[in-house]
């Protein structure tokens, strides 16, 4: 048994607790006692603490992208092709290296979760590894490495678009299992070996309607089934998708999952930007949750989604930093009331503590970690303090809202991940020095010799 005193806690709602104290046993919160004084063994926890914040939506990789797609008029386009070369270069060991680094910056920002839509699965040109699952593993050994629990959303991927042309040669050979089926064959080995790792869930993805043909679904869809696991799907991110789905299949990429199957309180549509009324009423009725990724949405140019209207679902509202533009889960939080104020050009559309909700609850919960994200006996012990005397968040007090609109990543002061530290006073335990091991990786991968 541990005991850890906070000054602050949120435990809910709207209002925060003052001098809390949270036991812990075997990684889970114990009790929990407000205002009481600081036991003499216990560990002191600054400013405001939250539960750990979950990360729902992540691809390692496009790290190495940030401010190298800035120069210059660009698009989606001209950005994807820079990831396709990235794509390209990584191995496994400098995959576990290059998340290792990524992870670990992710604790810094409060992060103790993470979902990673992992696709990058072959060798270049397509071969397979010895072992197949090889990539994934290496994911998996990255967020050991850093001290995060990770959902990976092994993902199917096998066509180039909507019309289920081919992948591409060239990097996007290394995505695809060549079928659903042979997809389902390989993540059922993956998951059998890390089947007795409680920080480790073997989720299921689509890649988009246009990355996987329509009879392909089914097989994914029932191995997430018979698993009872996680099912995210990019879906409506950009316009041009939903044109397209429309051209080839009389309709919405949300249509076409409904009528596959695919939709359900299990699975999560990343983006879902870009909407009709009938597509929101497919989501809420179903209790399908949404993944808004604003800073990426917003660095893409991809456009603001309807997010008051989905908050006000039945499914699930989580965010995610997909690109990694900046990883920061505050900004993403933020993001999405300020996104709407622009839209509607009105304030106070979602409440901070339903943002921050966003951010812990919810967002745990569709990577399928239902025992984590609110601070509650019998949850996981994770434990985020934030900084409230920075110079961004002095004199807001200690409130969500402080919280959500004032503090950064930077404001992380402490990170507890089922009852260990991982980060104390802005210092990660595992990883000696986050920027230079991801100055390195990121160098070694985008300037060095291709393979």
């Given at each position: 048994m541990s005991t850890w005193w906070c000054e602050h806690a949120w435990l809910g709602g709207a209002t925060v607790a003052e001098r809390v104290s949270i036991s812990v046993s075997d990684g889970r919160i114990a009790a929990i006692e407000v205002g009481v004084d600081p036991p003499a063994s216990a560990r002191r926890l600054p400013g405001l603490v939250v539960p750990g914040l979950a990360n729902a939506h992540s691809h390692a990789f496009h790290r190495a992208l940030r401010s190298r797609t800035q120069r210059d008029r660009g698009s989606f386009w001209t950005w994807r092709d820079l990831m396709y070369r990235a794509a390209g270069r990584l191995d496994p060991d400098g995959y576990r290296r290059l998340s290792r680094a990524v992870y670990a910056e992710m604790a810094l920002a409060g992060i103790t979760s993470v979902g990673e839509f992992h696709y990058l699965h072959h060798d270049v040109g397509g071969a397979p590894y010895a072992d197949p699952n090889e990539m994934g593993l290496a994911l998996i050994a990255g967020a050991a490495d850093a001290g995060v629990r990770l959902t990976l959303l092994d993902t199917c991927y096998l066509s180039s678009g909507v019309d289920g042309a081919p992948l591409a040669q060239g990097p996007q050979q290394r995505f695809g299992d060549?079928?659903?089926?042979?997809?389902?064959?390989?993540?059922?080995?993956?998951?059998?070996?890390?089947?007795?790792?409680?920080?480790?869930?073997?989720?299921a993805a689509l890649h988009s309607v246009r990355g996987v043909p329509l009879a392909h679904i089914p097989a994914v869809v029932e191995w997430a089934a018979a698993h009872d696991a996680p099912l995210h799907v990019h879906s409506s991110e950009q316009t041009a998708e939903v044109d397209q789905c429309l051209a080839v299949h009389g309709a919405t990429p949300t249509a076409l999952l409904?009528?596959?199957?695919?939709?359900?309180?299990?699975?999560?549509?990343?983006?879902?930007?870009?909407?009709?009324?009938?597509?929101?009423?497919?989501?809420?009725?179903?209790?399908?949750?949404?993944?808004?990724?604003?800073?990426?949405e917003r660095d893409l140019g991809d456009g603001i989604g309807p997010a008051a209207a989905l908050l006000a679902g039945r499914g699930l509202f989580s965010l995610g930093s997909d690109s990694h533009a900046v990883v920061d889960l505050f900004e993403e939080a933020r993001a999405t009331e300020l996104d709407e104020r622009l839209a509607r050009r009105e304030r106070g559309i979602v409440a901070a503590e339903r943002l921050l909700?966003?951010?812990?609850?919810?967002g745990q919960h569709a990577l399928g970690w239902t025992d984590a994200g609110v601070l509650r006996v019998g949850a996981r012990a994770d434990l985020v303090a934030v900084d409230l005397e920075s110079v961004r968040t002095a004199g807001g007090g200690a409130t969500v809202e402080n919280v959500v609109f004032a503090a950064t990543a930077a404001d992380v002061i402490d990170v507890v991940v089922d009852g260990r530290v991982v980060v104390a006073d802005r210092r990660h335990q595992r990883v000696d020095d986050v920027g230079a091991a991801l100055a390195e990786t990121i160098s070694a991968l985008m300037e060095g010799s291709v393979r």
């Open positions: 060549g079928s659903g089926d042979r997809w389902a064959d390989r993540v059922e080995e993956l998951h059998r070996r890390v089947s007795g790792d409680d920080r480790v869930i073997v989720g409904r009528d596959a199957g695919a939709l359900g309180p299990r699975t999560t549509a990343v983006h879902a930007t870009h909407l009709t009324a009938e597509d929101l009423a497919d989501l809420d009725c179903t209790e399908t949750g949404v993944c808004f990724c604003p800073t990426t909700g966003a951010a812990t609850l919810d």
